[in-house]
């Protein structure tokens, strides 16, 4: 069967005309019963078509996400990456931490009772906390505070952390308004639900200064593993802590420079344990605080090692002989104890801060401040 | 260049010009004069509601946060790297901004977590924050992108039934879907007519090979 006997066929079932199948008599036919030129009826249907183009073009452009016009129109982008080379803080808001916690300190030594005790745990972390504890417990007998490294009403702002990791830190300094030594501050913050806190802080040995720190806005990086450095700031504080004990270790090759802190105690390890020799026998130990060590590279490459020394004083009392420790003020307040029968032993927190050269060279000690916080006798 | 595809390009230009009119009015409405636009979410469950970077971060001009609470209690608003608040927040119950619907003006809320939330108002790695009764608002700009913002309360009671609403202005995005609607236009109107002037001639054209063919016979 052929296409045209095909139509008529079909034009026959379906009682219609052959022309009436045929797309183009259908216009011709549309544009009569329209009462259109065949013509105008073709740009009407291309105009609707233009027009259907248009609705979806507008609707895609529209409402397709991350490309449609108001992304573009609105400059809607992807979130910025989290710059790993800035400070987590900004400058403001270090020295509001600063004002707040130098402030809190400054209630917690002045007052007493339980808020007294609760401003020193707002300021105060760690071996800081236990300094000045044990500060604020031996005030009758120890110099005043006029000392105190609270006095300072501005507190200069050195170095925050670079990075979002933890731990977090600023090292600031103060000078007392009343003059002396400049105070070297070490405060952090060990997560981000806890709020920076003073860890430590010690006078500058004169004639020691601070070399400068990377720009605040871009923070200074903590050194971890002494890579780059004359000496491991663990190492460091190893060997410094072993050269002062008594009675005294050769330390050969020293990595640090020997300094007027270390000679002070040297000095006074020796003058008690003269003062004693005929009833007790006095030794004295020094060992570095656990997780107390931080090192944070300074903007020559250099670092700034800060870290706690325990030192203890033992007295073993000699047999048949009493020791009296009224002499001892700081001793008796401790421990109640003015007769010693058999041990005793004093506890004192070393706060130490060096300079570590980048490649060779030895460390230098630029702060150092120390604080008896424990006794027991017996 | 010949009559049909002049005609053609024509017909492009005009469909594009349509397009960018009615794309740039739509939104010079949308935005008006301000060229403001606002998104809000409540949320009845409890726990914190977050802005994320995602959403914060997505376009570079300042946007105002606004977080109000129904039970009129104190509100505690706060600006902090991303990274530190989902250190803060980690298992706590929080209604999260997921998603931006415009033109609705509705943000989307995802419910995570279901710890009670720590208190984080002593936490030191807020940038911003803001405190009020009821409601508080804070401006946060893009200087220290990505940072996620945290509404959370301000007293001992939980937060509940709260809504946070994020609104970006900025005059230049009317301005341009205004000069997007003009361009559509010009294109618009120079490339109907256009096509307009070319059915004229064409008509005129046949009607004269009429003539022609009449006078020939």
């Known amino acids: 069967m052929t296409r045209h006997d095909l139509i008529t066929k079909s034009v026959a079932m379906l009682r219609l005309r052959r022309e009436d199948l045929i797309g183009k008599d259908l216009i011709t036919k549309s544009a009569a019963r329209l009462r259109l030129r065949r013509d105008d009826l073709i740009r009407v249907g291309r105009v609707i078509v233009v027009s259907v183009v248009c609705v979806v073009c507008v609707v895609m452009i529209a409402s397709v996400p991350r490309w449609g016009a108001t992304h573009a129109l609105l400059g809607i982008r992807e979130a910025p990456k989290a710059n790993t080379t800035s400070a987590p803080l900004t400058v403001d808001q270090a020295k509001r931490i600063l004002a707040r916690t130098f402030t809190a300190a400054y209630l917690g030594e002045t007052t007493s009772g339980a808020a007294a005790q609760a401003q020193l745990r707002t300021a105060y972390t760690g071996e800081g906390l236990r300094g000045v504890s044990g500060r604020v417990k031996l005030a009758s007998v120890q110099p005043a505070l006029s000392a105190s490294l609270l006095l300072a009403p501005h507190p200069k702002l050195l170095a925050v952390s670079r990075g979002f990791g933890f731990p977090r830190f600023i090292i600031a300094q ?13 405060l952090v913050s060990p997560d981000a639900a806890t709020p920076y806190r003073i860890s430590m802080s010690a006078e500058m040995v004169p004639p020691a200064t601070v070399e400068p720190f990377d720009r605040l806005s871009s923070g200074s990086p903590l050194v971890t593993n002494g890579t780059g450095l004359a000496v491991a700031p663990a190492t460091l504080l190893n060997l410094y802590a072993a050269q002062m004990a008594f009675p005294a270790k050769a330390i050969s090759k020293a990595p640090f420079v020997a300094d007027s802190f270390a000679v002070q105690v040297r000095a006074g390890a020796a003058g008690a344990a003269g003062a004693v020799a005929s009833q007790a026998t006095y030794t004295q130990v020094h060992t570095v605080v656990p997780s107390s060590v931080y090192a944070v590279r300074q903007a020559s490459g250099d670092a700034l090692v800060l ?8 007295f073993a009392v000699k047999p048949g002989e009493n020791v009296n420790t009224v002499a001892n003020k700081a001793f008796v307040l401790l421990t109640g104890k003015e007769l010693v029968t058999k041990a005793a032993s004093i506890t004192t927190l070393e706060f130490v801060a060096f300079t570590v050269p980048r490649s060779t060279g030895q460390a230098t000690l630029v702060a150092a401040r120390e604080q008896i916080v424990a006794g027991a006798g017996s | 260049m010949p009559a049909s595809t002049r005609r053609a390009l024509a017909a492009v230009v005009a469909v594009m010009g349509i397009v960018l009119l009615v794309v ?23 726990g914190a509601l977050v802005v ?14 606004t977080a109000t609470r129904a039970d009129g209690g104190a509100v505690f608003l706060a600006a902090a790297s991303s990274t530190d608040v989902r250190a803060l927040l980690a298992t706590s119950a929080a209604s999260t901004v997921s998603g931006v619907q415009f033109p609705a003006g509705r943000l989307d809320l995802h419910a995570s977590g279901a710890g009670v939330p720590a208190d984080i108002r002593t936490a030191d790695v807020w940038r911003l924050t803001a405190t009020g009764a009821g409601s508080a608002g804070l401006l946060v700009d893009q200087s220290r992108a990505p940072e996620t913002v945290v509404a959370t309360s301000g007293d001992a009671t939980a937060l509940t039934d709260a809504t946070v609403t994020l609104t970006w202005d900025d005059t230049a995005w009317f301005f341009e879907a205004l000069a997007m609607a003009t361009v559509g236009a010009v294109l618009a109107a120079f490339s109907l007519n256009d096509l307009w002037q070319g059915r004229v001639i064409a008509v005129r054209g046949d009607v004269a090979e009429t003539k022609t063919s009449e006078a020939t016979t």
Request: charged share 15%.
């Open chain 1, 174 to 186: 103060t000078v007392a308004s009343d003059g002396g030594l400049p105070i070297l501050h070490l």
């Open chain 2, 52 to 65: 994320p970077s995602e959403v914060l971060n997505a376009v570079d001009v300042p946007v105002r946060v």
């Open chain 2, 24 to 46: 740039g009015a739509w939104m010079v409405i949308l935005l008006g004069p301000s060229g403001e636009a606002q998104f809000s979410a409540s949320s009845k469950a409890p």
């Open chain 1, 307 to 314: 870290g706690v020394l325990e030192r203890t004083d033992s």
